[in-house]
T-cell receptor
């Protein structure tokens, strides 16, 4: 079946460090891929998306590229801020129009 | 525009009891989805309602049920609570276009603790 695997957290970085959160997926066909972010005490928000191979989604300085050959959609940011501390979820949309979620990766940014 | 609201925000129940959670979607949204979030299992899809009909269902036992009213507000019910039902229950609303299921707006969740 379809599944999403994310790197385990928490990931702890200093402010202005480079961020990578790994995400790989298993799915039939070519699903759309998403990153969501959950700030403390809030609901999830769509951060970025990519709908086909080689697409790059970007938002708020975050980027992720849909890599069909490695079935990956890693999230990157060049210089993180304390305000980026949150839980990040990778997800895919399956053929039944459901979102399949990764386990989430907690990101902690220290000043 | 007001966001998705969920009530109550926190609940403590005892094993064997039942509970009802409520979700008010964003005005104009016709689809409401429910998710269970736990540290061990992550985010799992419970069900989706669209125009008062259940349109999609996850892999949860029949103790979990829901409904949607004509004003799109939704409730979910869990009967015969078990310790493992302790979780954050998230509601998400959207306009309901299935190919744009990712355009969901999430509420802050209801934290249910079963003792």
């Amino acid at each position: 079946g379809n599944s999403v695997t994310q790197m385990e957290g928490p990931v702890t970085l200093s402010e202005e460090a480079f961020l990578t959160i790994n995400c790989t997926y298993t799915a039939t066909g070519y699903p759309s891929l998403f990153w969501y972010v959950q700030y403390p005490g809030e609901g999830l928000q769509l951060l970025l998306k990519a709908t086909k191979a080689d697409d790059k989604g970007s938002n708020k300085g975050f980027e992720a590229t849909y890599r069909k050959e490695t079935t990956s959609f890693h999230l990157e940011k060049g210089s993180v801020q304390v305000s980026d501390s949150a839980v990040y979820f990778c997800a895919l949309k399956d053929s039944n129009y459901q979102l399949i979620w990764g386990a989430g990766t907690k990101l902690i940014i220290k000043p | 525009k007001a966001g998705v609201t969920q009530t109550p925000r926190y609940l403590i129940k005892t094993r064997g009891q039942q509970v009802t959670l409520s979700c008010s979607p964003i005005s104009g949204h016709r689809s409401v989805s429910w998710y269970q979030q736990t540290p061990g299992q992550g985010l799992q899809f419970l069900f989706e309602y669209f125009s008062e009909t259940q349109r999609n269902k996850g892999n949860f036992p029949g103790r979990f049920s829901g409904r949607q009213f004509s004003n799109s507000r939704s409730e979910m019910n869990v009967s015969t609570l078990e310790l493992g039902d302790s979780a954050l229950y998230l509601c998400a609303s959207s306009l309901g276009h299935r190919d744009r299921v990712y355009e969901q707006y999430f509420g802050p969740g209801t934290r249910l603790t079963v003792t």
